[in-house]
């Protein structure tokens, strides 16, 4: 059974690590029949493919405020990286305030916010693979960092959850549910396992289903994803961005 979505929360631009326009993933979203859709971009500690500086966000908020955008919201908000084991992010609250949605996520390859936060996040998460100490330490750190953050920041939704980072499914699951963060289903990557998503499920968290696109070309294809959340059992009604 097909299923229509009417909001794809998680699009990058050329302001990050995307290939066009703010404009040009705007149009992506009205062709594919979005009702909304968010301009996330990287924030600045993601090495290489952030934004500058946090202020663009704030400069692209403005800039959308003088659009005219018939037929679609259009939603200015930022993808930040988890920097520090406390739940340290790179968009500080006085930007992220002034934004329509935090996004949160992990990214292996960050400006870290100090030693531990790059021996635990960075360093080990390099080295999971190398042995089963390295991936605990990892998974822990991840874990760990992530629930901190939800208890700092008002996150709309973790993305790609256990992306390349193991992350703990189960404690993690209990504290988006807690907070009313979302759990991201990506299909931009498609690396999540139905079962997995059954897991993080059974304890109460809401999903949202997101195309991670850098290009207009992939904005609102997210079919996929309802695919995967079907095979989990999830119903309609535990993901917000579905048409009911």
Do not use: C, K
């Given at each position: 059974m097909l299923q229509s979505f009417?909001?794809?929360?998680?699009?990058?631009?050329?302001?990050?690590?995307?290939?066009?326009?703010?404009?040009?993933?705007?149009?992506?979203a009205r062709r594919a029949g979005l009702e909304e859709v968010a301009l996330t971009d990287h924030g600045p500690r993601n090495i290489g493919v952030g934004v500058n500086a946090a202020g663009v966000f704030l400069r692209l908020k403005r800039e959308v405020a003088t659009w005219e955008s018939p037929?679609?919201?259009?939603?200015?908000?930022?993808?930040?990286?988890?920097?520090?084991?406390?739940?340290?992010?790179?968009?500080?609250?006085?930007?992220?305030?002034?934004?329509?949605?935090?996004?949160?996520?992990?990214?292996?390859?960050?400006?870290?916010?100090?030693?531990?936060a790059a021996r635990d996040l960075v360093l080990a998460n390099q080295l999971q693979g190398r042995s089963r100490r390295w991936r605990a330490r990892a998974v822990?750190?991840?874990t760990r960092a992530l629930m901190a953050a939800l208890e700092k920041h008002p996150v709309f939704c973790l993305t790609h959850p256990g992306l390349g980072m193991p992350v703990d499914i189960e404690p993690l699951a209990r504290a988006c549910a807690r907070a009313g963060t979302l759990w991201e289903v990506n299909t931009g990557h498609l690396y999540q396992r139905p079962e997995e998503?059954?897991?993080?499920?059974?304890?109460?968290?809401?999903?949202?289903?997101?195309?991670?696109?850098?290009?207009?070309?992939?904005?609102?294809?997210?079919e996929e994803g309802w695919q995967l959340?079907?095979?989990?059992?999830?119903?309609?009604?535990?993901?917000?961005n579905l048409r009911h």
């Open positions: 009417r909001a794809d929360y998680h699009v990058h631009t050329r302001r990050s690590d995307g290939r066009a326009s703010a404009r040009d993933m705007v149009a992506a037929g679609i919201r259009v939603l200015v908000g930022a993808e930040a990286n988890i920097v520090g084991l406390n739940g340290e992010i790179d968009i500080p609250a006085a930007v992220y305030r002034q934004l329509d949605l935090l996004l949160v996520g992990l990214h292996p390859y960050v400006l870290p916010w100090d030693w531990p822990e750190a991840n998503l059954a897991r993080a499920a059974r304890w109460g968290v809401r999903f949202v289903v997101n195309s991670d696109a850098h290009q207009p070309a992939t904005v609102g294809r997210l959340l079907r095979a989990a059992g999830i119903p309609p009604e535990q993901v917000i």
